[in-house]
């Protein structure tokens, strides 16, 4: 157990549809960071937030939006699913003292 | 902005081989972070090491190693005596420094992966 938790796993949905997914960084992170894994581009980085703050943003579709709650879980909307949108989904927190990013074993989305 | 090439998409060796995974990286920062990860078919991303850019000291770690060069913007990965086990997608990736007093990290960007088949 890395310590960040991804909720669900695994989900399978029909286009057009809007999903959320669920991410709890490690006790005492304060940044959490969001990657799409897709076989045609790659680990690419979607948005960061520190803090409650948007931090930094990546190559992220209008149709997707984040945020970070007080308690400093995150959440990843994805909506108007279409099927290029099937990726493994990354959440990542990160705090100094440890080796950087600790992430999470990933939500694997499937469009159909 | 940042960069990370590895150009090498697949490599497939035999066991005991020694291997070389090439990173190139690019960035405009004076402080960054360089980092290994793998990823085994079970898909989870598993850290090997983070090096900073102050750091140009090679690593060793049992049957991997590490070669930082800052003046070839290089950070290449070997691993010697391969094993079966090490099959895996291996990602370099660069970070941009610290921040907010040192309390975080920037967002990492990743390169686009070398797919190792170490056969028996």
């Known amino acids: 157990d890395s310590g960040v938790t991804q909720t669900p796993k695994h989900l399978i949905t029909a286009t057009g549809q809007r999903v959320t997914l669920r991410c709890s960084p490690r006790?005492?992170?304060?940044?959490v960071y969001w990657y799409q894994q897709s076989l045609d581009q790659g680990l690419q980085f979607l948005i960061q937030y520190y803090n409650g703050e948007e931090r930094a943003k990546g190559n992220i579709l209008e149709r997707f939006s984040a945020q970070q709650f007080p308690d400093l879980h995150s959440e990843l909307n994805l909506s108007s699913l279409e099927l290029g949108d099937s990726a493994l989904y990354f959440c990542?927190?990160?705090?100094?003292?440890?080796?950087?990013?600790?992430f999470g074993s990933g939500t694997r989305l499937t469009v159909v | 902005a940042q960069k990370v090439t590895q150009a090498q998409t697949e490599i497939s060796v035999v066991e005991k081989e020694d291997v070389t995974l090439d990173c190139v990286y690019e960035?405009?920062?004076?402080?960054?972070?360089l980092f290994w990860y793998k990823q085994p078919p079970s898909g989870e991303l598993v850290f090997l090491i983070r090096r900073n850019s102050f750091d140009e000291q090679n690593e060793i770690s049992g049957r991997y190693s590490w070669n930082f060069q800052k003046s070839t913007s290089s950070f290449n990965f070997t691993i010697t005596a391969s094993q079966v086990v090490d099959s895996a997608v291996y990602f370099c990736?660069?970070?941009?420094?610290?921040?907010?007093?040192?309390?975080?990290?920037?967002?990492?960007?990743f390169g686009q992966g070398t797919i190792l088949t170490v056969h028996p």
């Open positions: 960035t405009r920062d004076t402080t960054y972070y």
């Open positions: 990736a660069l970070s941009e420094g610290l921040y907010a007093g040192g309390t975080s990290y920037g967002k990492l960007t």
């Open positions: 990542a927190s990160s705090t100094r003292q440890n080796r950087g990013y600790t």
């Open positions: 006790s005492g992170d304060l940044s």
